[in-house]
């Protein structure tokens, strides 16, 4: 098991209630496996996780990517800056 | 000849006369500009009076990803040679100006026209900003509709 970092901004900190979370997450957990368990405990997610988009240590991160200890993993949608 | 980067984000306002110098060099002969505002009424889409707009970043990423949007603009248009990309945060007023992208060169034919627009078309994909939207019928999220891919 190893501990990450996760970061919620705009929409997803409204869903989920929460700015910043550390988490223990298994050995060979990548992103999509993190999404399920979001989703698990914040089923308000459900609906928007396919627009989702996730950064792993400020770049941005796939379903495929795996997750290296101590990461700081945001969620977030789409931008809108500007 | 290559001269200044500035990325950053800030809750200040730009001062755009300020920042025309920091852009520009003995070899500068073109600098373009571009201020992005809060826009008190919208006509396209769906009409609506905004009352106010709330920013907020994730800053380290942020600036990182300005970071790669001024080198994107320098392998596009070498001959560019200042960039601002700076982005405010915070609360603000139709009227307010919220974003300035800079480019300078020697010459207004050398893409520096491009290579602003380019910066804050990317700036709206790639650099994690988000915008609430105050009317009076309440308050919104604004979301934007790019998705990244593997490599940006």
């Given at each position: ?55 792993l240590d400020h ?24 | ?28 002969g073109a600098v ?48 560019i040679e200042s ?70």
């Open positions: 098991m190893k501990k990450v970092t996760l970061l919620f901004f705009a929409t997803l900190r409204d869903i989920t209630g929460e700015r910043r979370m550390i988490k223990t997450i298994p050995d060979d957990m990548q992103i999509s496996g993190l999404k399920e368990m979001l989703v698990d405990e914040f089923p308000g997610l459900k609906e928007i996780m396919a627009s989702v988009i996730v950064s770049e941005f991160a796939f379903d495929n990517s795996s997750i290296p200890v101590d990461a700081e993993i945001a969620l977030f949608p789409p931008v809108s800056g500007g | 000849m290559v001269g200044e980067t500035i990325c950053k984000i800030t809750e200040s306002e730009v001062n755009l006369d300020e920042l025309l110098g920091e852009l520009s060099k003995n070899s500068t373009v500009m571009f201020t992005g505002m809060v826009r008190g009424v919208t006509e396209k889409n769906s009409p609506h009076d905004t009352s106010l707009l709330e920013y907020e970043a994730y800053l380290p990423m942020a600036e990182k990803m300005m970071w790669r949007i001024a080198n994107e603009i320098r392998t596009r248009w070498p001959d960039i601002a990309i700076i982005q405010r945060t915070g609360k603000f007023l139709p009227g307010d100006p919220t974003v300035t992208v800079a480019c300078s060169a020697a010459h207004r034919d050398t893409g520096v026209f491009e290579a602003a627009k380019y910066g804050i078309d990317r700036l709206k994909e790639i650099v994690p900003v988000w915008k609430k939207e105050f009317t009076s019928q309440g308050e919104s999220w604004i979301e934007g509709d790019y998705i990244p891919q593997p490599g940006e």
